[in-house]
């Protein structure tokens, strides 16, 4: 099969301006303090994916249906009811971690918290660390370092 095009893609849009258009004060400072811990995970800067998803690093995927492609290594959506803040290997090898990590719900890789206020800021930034260095095989934006 070839390589199919996802429907989100990264663009070239202001990323500074997408958060600073976040009408909500304490979401919007959220969503600053999520960018410099996630900056700081990956080494890479914020990208928008689509029109909403605000995302770092790349890494390439491949389904065992053939289907592949690119996408983010992490990432934060401000959406209307919870900040989605997205760890790509899922949360199975973070059970620890989760029962620690404050009020939050969970999807196959999407984490969804209400505000940052609910949840530990130093589990929280193990878990955005780990997800990060658990992906990083499979990262296709950092230069070989041979």
């Not at 530990?120 to 070989?144: G, H």
Request: hydrophobic share 40%; with cysteine.
């Amino acid at each position: 099969m070839a390589k199919t095009v996802n429907k989100t893609q990264a663009t070239d849009a202001d990323v500074d301006q997408f958060l600073a258009a976040i009408p909500d004060p304490g979401r919007r400072e959220d969503c600053q303090r999520i960018r410099a811990l996630m900056e700081a995970a990956t080494g890479a800067p914020a990208r928008l994916w689509g029109p909403s998803i605000v995302g770092f690093g790349v890494y390439h995927y491949r389904y065992e249906s053939g289907r592949e492609g690119d996408w983010m290594v992490t990432g934060i959506s401000p959406r209307k009811n919870d900040l989605t803040l997205y760890i790509m290997p899922g949360f199975a090898r973070y059970e620890s971690l989760m029962a620690k990590l404050g009020r939050h719900k969970t999807g196959k890789s999407c984490l969804y918290i209400k505000r940052l206020a609910d949840v530990d800021m130093a589990v929280l930034e193990t878990l955005v660390r780990d997800s990060v260095a658990a992906m990083a095989p499979q990262r296709t934006d950092v230069p070989d370092p041979g």
